[in-house]
């Protein structure tokens, strides 16, 4: 059987009239107007086509076959009495003098209404993906995604960057999240592991003579789903630069993102270089996040000198923060809301007052605040009509609470975020090391590959107590957008005395570093030119140029939260010939 489609169901036009064509696509709706008059949509991937039967026989043919069939459509064009301004091929028609069923659906009803199959609960959608993805709306975001991915292709290779794939099958690692395993058949209980990144392959990349290289890399981690994170699997724009450090790779994100953003996003302006630079400790104390968004313009202020011993329990002994918004009109219900969603998100409760335009101190925990209130306005900047979010606990908690409170606060205030842009910034000056929560000793903070700014030297310091470890920070860095961390990276530690130095701190030595990381140490041994990298999301930089709050709604075919394809029935049960085969048994959990 051979189609031979003269046009597509979005091609048709005006000038078209007259013309014998045949479309293909599948049948998405059919109106019935009397036994001897029809009007049918026929869709395929590029638009769609209105065919109208005006006989008998024509009518009953369509009124045969079920929504969603394929079928093909030989007839004449001509203009349209009724023409759909809203349609690229809204001026026309087909008079069909002959249509086939290509492709039968065999179903009387659908799962959901095609057109509206975002309005169908997630679950359903994603069993049935395959009719999901005819939705125009659902289609049009796996397009974008295949036009972004060959626009950062086109520009990293016009920047020099050569793609080099690396392997899927590779080690597993002891840093970082748990690995994908996989049964190695001819070594009885040894595994492969489904690289979480291709950190160590690139890093050899560059020992092996490379200058630049870049990939669309799969990446797999055994970690649960976010709403900006897929599990199982997801991609980035992996990169490095030999030779490099932290303001190369800089140069080059800040050339090869704007113009893609622009282009292919929601709103089409984004920022131009030179990003803005904020430093961990001052995005912490700032804004709250380590991915503060940066198109709210409010910020976080330290409370805790004005109001830490106003007598309200919460505030006593902690550390308080404050964000303070002109121009809030919210309702106590809404205000009531807000504080409640900022508990849920972050664990930590919230609280407000009002300086109202009496330049009296109201509601929340005014009583509070109303004693000490010329010290506390004096301390805050308050200007009358403003009102004041605050949270409290230990620096961190207090600190993260305000952060998500100034999220929701600017998205609330329309005044005070400007939604139709793209904001980035670099997130540097990571700190190298920290007291771990369960251990309470040093430990790495974030990269433990990551050169420590000031390198041997000031881990020698540290070693002979003249300088606090918790100081020394990383040539590590973040790229953030819109409040969505895009990436990490930093310039890494290429040097094997700093790296086994970097390590000693942790309490681990030179055996645990070769033990864990044979290649890449020995590999340095070798000279290895000082290289940097990065590795942004493409999921997550797709997702914000679509204007999704999901990751699911730009993956052609994702997981759900828990992990499972249910459209595929993945992860399943096998056979026990492939259990033996691979040397496993299994083994139940006991009740």
């Known amino acids: 059987m051979t189609q031979n489609r003269t046009h597509t169901c979005g091609e048709l036009r005006l000038s078209d009239a007259g013309k014998a064509v045949k479309i293909c696509g599948w049948l998405e709706n059919l109106r019935e107007v009397g036994s001897e008059l029809a009007f049918a949509v026929v869709r395929d991937f590029y638009g769609t086509t209105q065919v109208v039967a005006e006989t008998a026989d024509m009518v009953a043919l369509l009124k045969s076959i079920n929504k969603e069939s394929t079928i093909s459509v030989e007839g004449t064009v001509r203009e349209r009495d009724s023409k759909n301004a809203k349609l690229p091929t809204g001026e026309i028609e087909v008079v069909p003098g002959k249509i086939e069923v290509l492709g039968r659906c065999q179903h009387n009803e659908l799962p959901f209404p095609i057109n509206r199959s975002r ?92 200058d630049r290289y870049f990939q669309i890399a799969p990446c ?45 996003g929601t709103y089409n302006v984004a920022s131009t270089a030179p990003f803005r630079r904020i430093s961990y400790r001052d995005a912490m104390d700032k804004y709250g996040s380590d991915k503060p968004d940066l198109r709210i313009d409010l910020t976080v202020t330290d409370a805790t000198e004005a109001l830490g011993a106003c007598g309200f329990g919460p505030f ?92 929701k606060l600017g998205a609330f205030c329309p005044n005070h975020m400007d939604k139709e842009c793209y904001e980035f910034c670099w997130i540097v000056d990571f700190p190298m090391y920290e007291i771990g929560e369960e251990s309470g000793l040093l430990e790495f903070c974030h990269n433990p590959f990551s050169m420590p700014s000031g390198g041997l030297e000031v881990l020698l310091k540290a070693e002979r107590g003249e300088i606090d470890p918790l100081s020394i920070t990383a040539d590590q860095y973040d790229l953030v957008c819109n409040g969505v961390e895009l990436s990490s990276g930093a310039v ?73 394809d249910v459209m595929m029935s993945a992860p399943s049960e096998v056979t026990q010939k492939q259990l033996d085969e691979l040397h496993i048994a299994i083994v139940k959990p006991q009740d």
């Open 119 to 210: 309005e169908a609960d997630e679950a359903t959608r994603l069993k049935y993906r395959y009719l999901d993805l005819r939705n125009p709306a659902v289609k049009n975001n796996i397009i974008l995604r295949c036009q972004v991915v060959a626009a950062l292709r086109q520009a990293m290779t016009e920047h020099g960057f050569l793609e080099i794939t690396t392997p899927i099958l590779t080690a597993s690692s002891p840093e970082g999240a748990r690995d994908y395993l996989v049964p190695a058949r001819n070594h009885p209980g040894k595994f492969y592991a489904l690289p979480q990144a291709p950190q160590q392959f690139k890093q050899l990349l560059m020992t092996s003579g490379f």
């Open 220 to 264: 797999f981690r055994d970690e649960d789903a976010r709403a900006d994170r897929s599990p199982g699997e997801f991609y980035q724009l992996d990169m490095e630069m030999a030779f490099a450090d932290q303001e190369d790779v800089f140069a080059v994100l800040e050339d090869v993102l704007p113009p893609i953003f622009a282009q292919y």
């Open 492 to 564: 890494r530690n290429h040097d094997p005395e700093i790296m086994i130095k970097a390590f000693e701190m942790v309490r681990l030595g030179e055996e645990d570093v070769k033990a864990k990381f044979p290649a890449m140490y020995n590999a340095f041994t070798y000279g290895a030119p000082p290289h940097a990298g990065i590795a942004p999301g493409v999921d997550r930089m797709v997702m914000l140029l679509a204007g999704e709050d999901s990751i699911r709604e730009i993956i052609p075919f994702p997981m759900n939260k828990n992990a499972q």
């Open 316 to 407: 006593e002994g902690n550390t308080v923060k404050a964000v303070v918004v002109t121009g809030f009109e919210g309702t106590r219900k809404q205000i009531d809301k807000l504080c409640a969603d900022v508990e849920v998100q972050s664990g930590e409760k919230a609280y407000w007052f009002r300086y109202d335009e009496n330049g009296e101190i109201v509601g929340g925990i005014a009583k509070f605040v109303q004693p000490m209130k010329d010290a506390v306005v004096a301390a805050l900047g308050l200007e009358k009509g403003c009102f004041v979010g605050l949270t409290a606990g230990k620096l961190l908690a207090a600190q993260k609470a305000a952060g998500v409170l100034r999220s």
